[in-house]
């Protein structure tokens, strides 16, 4: 009821029935002549012209629901000692249904205008006008023109305030959208900037000053190059630490103050009331790793539990963080829905598919994003679902040992047997 006051449109139609009901009143006052009774015709008119009036300039009625249903009251009231008079007073009843269904609540407003019309009805044989269909048709047909208009018109404005509200929300949502996108690049190009500082600038003063390092003893005692040869070490020094500050100013927000265990407790707080548990372990003691592993990790965690929030269904999650002696592994496990990792789909599969991701008909990039990740630092990843079986990825990683090259951990070091997914649903 608020809400539909509030439209100017109703306003308007509203002005206009206050004008309708003057002008029936007036009329009945003019034909008052010809009513047995026509001082109390027109002391009627007077009265019910003068409610309708308070009611129609005061803002009580229109701010208060129990203020408009005794001002209706009232003028109903004052109508029928009117039509008790004057069977003219008779034509005040249909602009005084729209009145009764627009302040009224309808389990009040449609009794009103059964009421109503039932008065107008018995005025009318009253009055001793001849007994036809018409005297019974006429003012049931306008109560339930009324009825269908109002309630009709009530329908109409609560879609139409739907979409209002639905457009406004598309709105906002392209609006974090585009602010999730810019984040998103932002992020990209720190975390490429850091890569590339790391693996060139770093790498290539590390090496000068290892080079210079070594060659110092091999220069001879009062030799005049020593200083010179200290001095490019000393800057090589002072150039990697910087290096270093770069890289470390560019990393994922999630990591500048705390470590990787600490940035994956915090991925498990719930995002939302109806999200799943995610529950974070770690598995051995943890060790100190390079700023692109724990960026890798960490983002692939993130896109894993991602998916679990958007598609699986998911009613538990799990982050398991393991330090092995020569490697480290990352596994996610949900007991959802689960999918058939590179298989075809069948025509059910599909339905089922499309049902449960939003319609989407495309196989995404997250997994093969996060295997490139997983790739491009030597490490493996592996996915491991069935549907209804949950889903399992797990990624591995070799720790980088000093003086000697990375070495690739077997797929199977730290991948999550089937079970582990499908056990998670116990």
């Not at 009627?44 to 001002?71: E, N, Q």
């Not at 900037?193 to 080079?211: C, F, K, P, W």
């Not at 990624?395 to 077997?410: A, D, H, I, R, Y």
């Amino acid at each position: 009821m608020n809400v539909r006051r509030r439209s100017p449109v109703v306003a308007t139609l509203r002005l206009c029935l206050y004008v309708l009901l003057a002008g029936l009143l007036l009329l009945a006052a003019l034909r008052s002549g010809d009513s047995g009774h026509p001082a109390a015709v027109v002391v009627s008119v007077l009265v019910t012209g003068a409610v309708l009036a308070a009611g129609a300039v005061g803002p009580a009625v229109h701010g208060s629901r129990r203020t408009a249903a005794v001002w209706v009251a009232a003028l109903s009231a004052s109508w029928l000692v009117l039509v008790a008079f004057s069977p003219d007073g008779l034509w005040v009843a249909f602009p005084l249904y729209f009145l009764q269904l627009h302040l009224l609540p309808v389990r009040w407003s449609l009794p009103a205008v059964a009421l109503t019309a039932g008065a107008a009805i018995a005025s009318f044989v009253a009055h001793g006008a001849p007994l036809t269909p018409g005297a019974f048709i006429g003012p049931l047909l306008g109560a339930a023109v009324a009825v269908a208009t109002v309630l009709g018109y009530e329908a109409l404005y609560r879609e139409s305030e739907r979409r209002r509200e639905l457009i406004e929300e598309l709105i906002a949502t392209r609006a974090e959208l585009a602010e999730a996108e810019r984040a998103a690049g932002t992020l990209a190009e720190r975390e490429r900037l850091a890569r590339e500082i790391h693996d060139t600038l770093a790498q290539g003063l590390s090496s000068i000053q290892l080079l210079l390092r070594a060659a110092q003893p091999l220069l001879p005692a009062g030799s005049p190059a020593a200083p010179h040869l200290e001095q490019a070490r000393a800057t090589a020094q002072d150039n990697l630490a910087e290096a270093r500050r770069f890289v470390r100013a560019l990393t994922p927000p999630d990591l500048e103050h705390g470590s990787l265990t600490g940035a994956l407790e915090r991925l498990c707080r719930p995002a939302a009331v109806d999200a799943p548990s995610v529950r974070f372990s770690v598995s051995g003691p943890p060790a100190a790793l390079p700023t692109p592993y724990e960026v890798a990790l960490l983002r692939i965690a993130q896109s894993a539990l991602g998916n679990t929030l958007r598609h699986a269904r998911a009613d538990r999650a799990e982050i398991t963080l393991s330090f092995m002696d020569t490697a480290v592994a990352l596994d996610v496990v949900d007991d959802g829905v689960g999918f058939a990792p590179g298989g075809a789909l069948t025509d059910g599969d599909r339905t089922e598919r499309d049902r449960t991701d939003g319609g989407r008909t495309d196989g995404g990039f997250g997994l093969p994003a996060m295997r490139s990740r997983a790739e491009s630092l030597g490490g493996t990843f592996s996915v491991e679902s069935a549907p209804g079986q949950g889903t399992a990825v797990a990624v591995t990683l070799p720790l980088p040992v000093t003086g000697e090259p990375p070495k690739t951990v077997s797929p199977g070091a730290g991948s999550l047997p089937r079970s582990r997914a499908a056990g998670s649903r116990t």
